[in-house]
């Protein structure tokens, strides 16, 4: 799904950046362009973004054993 038209970014290229650990708009929009002509699109980012912390902490917490 096409996250960014400006930049014809879809969810997939997002959530490859997410898991290789950009996990802040900025990053993302320095990798992808996402976000970075009408802004439309930060809702979207964002969101992928806040779906992606869980898998981060669990990740975390099986890194530190817990
Ligand atoms: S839709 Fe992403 S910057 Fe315009």
Request: include cysteine.
């Amino acid at each position: 799904m096409i996250v960014c038209i400006c930049n014809n970014v879809n969810s997939q290229t997002i959530k490859e950046k997410l898991n290789e650990g950009v996990t802040t708009i900025q990053g993302i929009r320095s990798e992808t362009g996402a976000t970075g002509c009408c802004g439309k699109c930060q809702f979207k980012v964002n969101a992928l973004i806040q779906d992606h912390i869980p898998a981060l902490n669990s990740s975390k917490r099986v890194a530190q054993g817990s």
